[in-house]
């Protein structure tokens, strides 16, 4: 739920927001923004906006509370101009969710997705893709997977797995920078780590050096993989979850073939790591509903899975 970092409570890394207890600190931090937004009546706070939401925009912050107040408004607005977005085959965009380029295949043993990116794929078609084309599609995929692939209070993160193959991170395309840049002003915590294959040596050496100062909360999330054999890739995730391409053991999807990426298919139910049995960290499906109609899991973290379940019987 959350690493703490007792000497900096600012680096503490925070992976579920909903319908858990929260630190003292954390508390505290969330009576000071409240403070700030009770002096601003005009903020258009949104029905359902929660403290889970306002705490996510204090981490992005660093904790600096008058900042995480404007981070939030902008997220707001952010957020109500650009969803809902619709995407269908007949728009030229319904291509790039298919040819490669971002994809989500297979989760991790806490069931978080796993999101494919590969800057190389959208390199050949720099010409036929306009920059908004580029990053609403990523959104649009982001989005997709908060509304569908996760679940309040239970799985709220997902794994990004970055192909280098043929790129530098010097010389990425600018949809791409302008693209880090939104997931991290709208997206932070949503990523739980970020898998690097395909860095040169040199660049790995010189990401070395830039990661001393880019803080240890985000460092920590990013690891750099030698190659498809690097001891630390199942670190995660099930081999069975990964294609082969990258190293894993599932069947490699085809590219750019109607709809053979979205909407996202999983390869397999076989998650856990070879040293976890599900008996120990599941409860069945009946069980699920029992508590459920007991009461005894929150609202807000109900899945919609089961809702849906409910309603057929």
Not at 46 to 66: F, K
């Amino acid at each position: 739920i959350i690493t703490i970092d007792r000497n900096k409570p600012e680096n503490s890394i925070r992976h579920i927001f909903t319908n858990v207890p929260f630190t003292d600190f954390e508390k505290k931090w969330l009576k000071e923004l409240k403070k700030i937004i009770d002096e601003h009546s005009d903020d258009n706070i949104p029905e359902g906006w929660d403290d889970g939401q306002s705490l996510g925009c204090i981490y992005t912050a660093l904790c600096n509370i008058e900042f995480a107040h404007e981070i939030m408004k902008d997220y707001i607005n952010w957020f109500e101009t650009t969803f809902p977005m619709i995407i269908t085959p007949r728009d030229k965009s319904w291509e790039l969710l298919n040819n490669g380029f971002l994809y989500i295949y297979g989760r991790d043993h806490q069931f978080r997705p796993i999101m494919v990116c590969q800057p190389y794929i959208l390199q050949k078609k720099m010409d036929y893709f306009s920059n908004s084309d580029i990053v609403n599609v990523c959104l649009f995929v982001c989005q997709f997977a908060v509304n569908n692939l996760l679940i309040p209070g239970q799985v709220e993160n997902w794994i990004m797995f970055f192909n280098l193959k043929g790129t530098s991170l010097l010389s990425l395309p600018e949809p791409i920078k302008k693209l880090v840049q939104e997931l991290s002003d709208n997206f932070n915590f949503r990523l739980y780590k970020c898998y690097v294959l395909g860095m040169s040596l040199i660049m790995r050496i010189l990401y070395k050096f830039v990661s001393n100062f880019i803080g240890q909360p985000n460092e920590n999330k990013i690891i750099i993989l030698s190659g498809k054999k690097d001891e630390h890739l199942f670190d995660d995730f099930n081999p069975d979850n990964l294609e082969k391409r990258f190293g894993g053991r599932a069947e490699d999807l085809i590219y750019g073939k109607g709809d053979s990426l979205f909407p996202p298919r999983m390869p397999t139910n076989n998650l856990f790591l070879p040293h976890e049995d599900s008996r120990n960290i599941l409860i069945t499906e009946e069980e699920y509903i029992i508590r459920y109609k007991k009461g005894l899991i929150p609202k807000q973290s109900i899945s919609p899975y089961i809702l849906d379940k409910l309603k057929k019987i």
